[in-house]
C-alpha cells in the first residue's frame, strides 16, 4: 500500500513511510497489533479496534476453562500520573472457546487484510495441543501465539510460565504444535526467568516460525496501609500477578536485545514480536531498532482505549519520514550491533558534564545529587566567584529580589567530573546539561583488551594502582 | 474550619476569596514542585519555611508532617498562607516563575494548614515548665510568635491584648475575603493550647505599667503595633471614616456596616485596596480611590492593584484631597486638587505639587481614610528609645530596657511592615528571650 502525502517543505508530493509488515508471513498494514489481553476479548472489541486502524489482533488466550475474580487489576501510580504500571491476575479468556472460535473466524472474514492471531494454551498433553490448533486453523485465523508466559493462575495448573520457564517443556510443546501447524506459530517468552535466550533456543530447536516477549512480569503492587490488606484486595488476600504497563519497557528491551544478540536465536532468522509497555510511537521506534519486527500493545489501550492506534502510526511515520526509511523492515534492528557488554566498552571515553547557564533555573538538584550521592564535581558559586557552601545566605535577608540575586550558580569542576550522567539525568531543563564528549586522553582500551593483554592489572589492587599511576587515571 | 469558633458576622460577598485546593489539586500542584535544594522560595520567606519539605510532604500525603514543618518555622502559617505577599515573596523566587507558572505554595500551605486545624490536630506537645515567666504584649502576629514560640520551651506565658479578641489585624484589619476572622482566632487558640495564657481588655499605659510587668515576669516582649490613622487635617474632617474601623466592621458586625453609593477612599495603599473591595462588594456604586501620587509610586502590591482594577474601582491619581463637603451632616462630597510630580522628597519618592486652579468636586456620599498608621506614641511613654520614631532594638530585638523585647509593626523603621516580618520578629525575639532566661538558669 503506498502512501502519498503533501511535501512539508516543497511543493509536491513524496512518498511517506510504508507501514506495513510480513511477519513469519503474517501480514498486517501497521506493524501495531492488540497484545493477547483483555482488549482482544471478543470480536466486538476487536471489529473496534479494526476500524480504529489497528494492524492486527492477537485474541486473548483461549484454551482450557476458567474461572475468574473479582478485584483483578491493580495500578502503580506515581507523581500524580496514573497507571505507570498494571497488574493483573486475570486468567485466560472465560468465554466458551465455540463462541471465541466463531467470533475470530467472523472477525478474520470481516477484515482480510488485518493480522488475526489466536494465542492458546492447554493443558500439556500432546492431544489437547493438537486439538486447540486444529480448531483455530480452522477459523482461518492467520497465526498462533503459544502462550507459556502467564505467570499467575495458570501456572498453578502446569500451564503458562510453568512451560515458559523450563526450556526443555517449551520445546516440547512447540514440537508438539508444529507437528500439526499449517500457519506461522508464535511462542511468546515469559521474562520471568533468569536466562529469557534459554526458553527462546528451546523454541528455536523446535522448529518455531517466531517469538514474542515479553509477557508480563511476577509483581505485587502493594499494601492498602488503612486495612493492611493487599492491593487489589480479593475477598481478603491477594498476591502475585503479571505486571505491565510504561514501567516495564526497559525491562522488555533488554530482553528483546539479549535475543538479537545470541548467536543461535540471531542465526535463526526467526521474527520476533516486541512487547512490553509500548506506549507511543517512539517506544515503538525503539523496540523496532532493537530487533522487534512486529509490535503488540495492551496497557497503553486500557488505559486510553483504541484510540491511541493513530498516532502510534502517526507518529512513527513522521519519524521514520524525518530519519529516510521507507519501510519497516529498514528499521528493524538497525541499532542492534551497538547493543554489547561491558567488557567491549572502551575504558578511555570520555564525557563531562557541562551546564548551560543561560538555561540553568537555579534548581540546584544538580548540586545535591553530585555532592550527595555521586562524585562532588559540581560548587555553588556566588556572585564574587568564590565557592560557597548551601544555606549560606543572611537568615535576615528574604524577598524575591535577594532570593534570586544572592543565589550562586551551579558549576561543574569538569578535571573532577567522571561523567556519570547522574545531574544530566534529574536537571529539569531540557538541553541545560550536556554530557560533552571530550578527546580521550588514554589510548583506546576495554576490559576485556586488558584482560587479555595485562591480566595481573585486572586481578591486583597494587598493579591496578601502577597501571593508573602509569595512565594518568586519578580517581578522587 | 473551626467548628468551635462559630463566626457569621462576615457577609457573604466577603467570604474568603480562594476555595481551598482539592485534595488532587493540591496533589497536582505538589507533584509540579522541582524539590529546589537550599530553595530561593525559602529564602525569599521571611520566616524561612523549608517550602520544598513541606510540599513534599504533601505530595506523599504526610499532611500532619507538612503542617509540623510549616509551623516550625511559622506558628501563624493559616494566616500567611493567606495574607502573605507571595508574589514579591517565595512565589516570587519560584524557578519556575520565569518561563512557567510558578507553584502556588500559598495554597499549598493552607491545604496544610487547614487540614491540621480542621481534625483538630495538635503538632507540638506540652513542653516541660521552666518556671521561667514571660509577659507578651499585643494579640498581633508578632506577639502571638512570641508567646507561641516562648511556651514551646516551657515558659509561662501571659499574652495581654487591649481588645475583645486577640490576633491583631488578622483578626479586626485584614479583608474577610483574604483572612476570615475564624482562621485568626483558630490560630489563637493554638498558641493558647501551647500553654499561653491570654487576658484580653488588658492594655499597656492603662492598666498595665511596664514596670509592673518588669517586676513580675522575667522577659517582656512588647508587640505594639502602630497608631491610629493620622488626621487628614482638612476641612470636613469628622464626616471622614476610618479605613481599619470600616475593615473592622465589616468582620465584626458585617451586617451592621453601611456602605455608601458614592464611596470615596482616600489612599492607595493595601488597607485601602481592602476598604474600596467592601465598598464595591457591599453595594457601592461608584467607588473611586484617591491618591496624590500616581501607580508607580502606591504602597499597594502590584497583585492588589490588579486585583481592585478588575473588581471595578475607579482611581483618580495625582488628587488631593482639600475639603469633605458636607450638608447638615450628610457627605455630598470631597474637594480635590490636582498634583503634578516634583522633586523626589525623603522618601525616594517625586514629591506631589498641587497644581493652581485645578479644584475639582468628586460626589461622595462615604469617605474613608486609609493613609498608613500613626506610630505608637507608647513607646515614648514608655520611655523606650526611639529610632525614626519606632521603638529602637538591637540585632537581638532588645530594646534600651534590659529584658525587655519587642516586634512588629512597632520596630519597622526599615522595610515594609507585613505579617510575615511580625511572626519573624516574635520568633527570633523568643529565641533571644529563651537564651537570656537558660542562661540565667
Known sequence: MERWRRGRFTKGWWRVADLSINFAGIRSPNPFWLASAPPSNSGAQVHRAFEAGWGGAVWKTIGAPVLNVSNRYGAWHYGGQKMLAINNVELISDRPLEQNLQEIKEVKRAWPDRAVIVSAMVESKPEAWHEIIQKIQDTGADGIELNYGCPHGMSERGMGSAVGQVPEYCEQITGWVMQVAKIPVIVKLTPNISNIVMPARAAVAAGANALSLINTINSIIGVDLDTLEMVPNIGGKGGHGGYAGPAVKPIALNMLSALGTDSVVAKSGLPISGMGGISTWSDAAEFLLLGASSLQVCTAVMHYGFRIIEDLCDGLSNWMDEKGFQTIPEVVGKSVHRVSDFKNFDLSFKAVARIDQEKCIRCDLCYVACNDTAHQCIDLIAKDGSVVPPGSYDVRSNGKEEAVHQRPMVKVREEDCVGCRLCFNVCPVEHCITMVEEKPERPSVTWEELTQKQRDVTEDWEKMKEYRAKMGIHIH | ?441
Open chain 2, 1 to 441: 474550619m473551626n467548628e468551635n469558633v462559630a463566626w457569621s458576622a462576615e457577609r457573604e460577598a466577603l467570604k474568603e476569596a480562594l476555595p481551598p485546593l482539592t485534595p488532587h489539586e493540591a496533589l497536582v500542584e505538589a507533584t509540579r514542585c522541582l524539590m529546589c535544594y537550599d530553595a530561593p522560595c525559602t529564602h525569599a520567606c521571611p520566616t524561612h519555611i523549608d517550602i520544598p519539605k513541606f510540599i513534599k510532604k504533601i505530595y506523599t500525603g504526610n499532611l500532619k508532617g507538612s503542617a509540623r514543618t510549616i509551623l516550625e518555622s511559622n506558628l501563624l502559617g493559616a494566616t500567611c498562607a493567606r495574607v502573605c505577599p507571595v508574589q514579591e515573596l517565595c512565589e516570587g523566587a519560584c524557578v519556575l516563575g520565569s518561563e512557567h507558572k510558578p507553584i502556588a505554595i500559598g495554597r499549598l500551605q493552607r491545604f496544610a494548614m487547614d487540614y491540621v486545624y480542621g481534625k483538630g490536630v495538635n503538632i507540638f506537645p506540652k513542653a516541660a515548665p521552666t518556671g521561667k515567666k514571660v509577659a507578651v504584649v499585643g494579640g498581633g502576629p508578632a506577639g502571638l510568635s512570641c508567646a507561641g514560640e516562648l511556651a514551646k520551651r516551657g515558659h509561662e506565658v501571659t499574652l495581654f491584648e487591649k481588645r475583645n479578641f486577640a490576633g491583631g489585624l488578622s483578626t479586626f484589619g485584614i479583608i474577610g475575603l483574604r483572612e476570615p476572622v475564624v482562621i485568626a482566632l483558630t490560630e489563637v487558640e493554638m498558641i493558647e493550647r501551647l500553654g499561653v495564657r491570654v487576658e484580653t481588655h488588658r492594655e499597656i499605659g492603662k492598666d498595665l505599667a511596664l514596670t509592673d510587668l518588669q517586676s513580675k515576669f522575667d522577659a517582656v516582649f512588647l508587640g505594639l503595633g502602630l497608631g491610629a490613622t493620622p488626621n487628614l487635617g482638612i476641612a470636613g474632617e469628622e464626616q471622614v471614616l476610618d479605613g481599619l474601623e470600616y475593615i473592622e466592621k465589616s468582620k465584626m458586625e458585617g451586617h451592621a456596616l453601611k456602605v455608601g453609593k458614592n464611596v470615596v477612599v482616600i489612599g492607595a495603599g493595601n488597607t485601602a485596596i481592602d476598604c474600596a473591595t467592601i465598598a464595591k462588594r457591599l453595594g457601592g456604586q461608584h467607588v473611586t480611590m484617591i491618591y496624590r501620587r500616581t501607580a508607580n509610586e502606591m504602597t499597594a502590591y502590584p497583585h492588589e492593584y490588579e486585583f481592585i482594577k478588575k473588581e471595578g474601582v475607579r482611581f483618580e491619581f495625582l488628587s488631593q484631597p482639600i475639603r469633605v463637603l458636607a450638608k447638615n451632616g450628610v457627605t455630598e462630597g470631597v474637594e480635590c486638587v490636582r498634583m503634578s510630580l516634583g522633586q523626589k522628597d525623603a522618601s525616594g519618592r517625586p514629591s506631589p505639587v498641587p497644581v493652581e486652579g485645578s479644584h475639582f468636586v468628586i460626589p461622595a456620599d462615604q469617605v474613608v481614610k486609609a493613609i498608613g498608621q500613626e506610630k505608637t506614641s507608647l513607646a515614648s511613654r514608655l520611655s523606650l528609645q526611639l529610632e525614626r520614631g519606632y521603638i529602637a532594638v538591637d540585632e537581638k530585638l532588645q530594646t534600651s530596657i534590659p529584658g525587655v523585647y519587642a516586634g512588629g509593626d512597632c520596630i519597622r523603621a526599615r522595610g515594609s511592615a507585613s505579617t510575615v516580618m511580625a511572626v519573624q520578629d516574635g520568633k527570633m525575639a523568643a529565641r533571644a528571650i529563651h537564651e537570656r532566661l537558660v542562661a540565667r538558669g
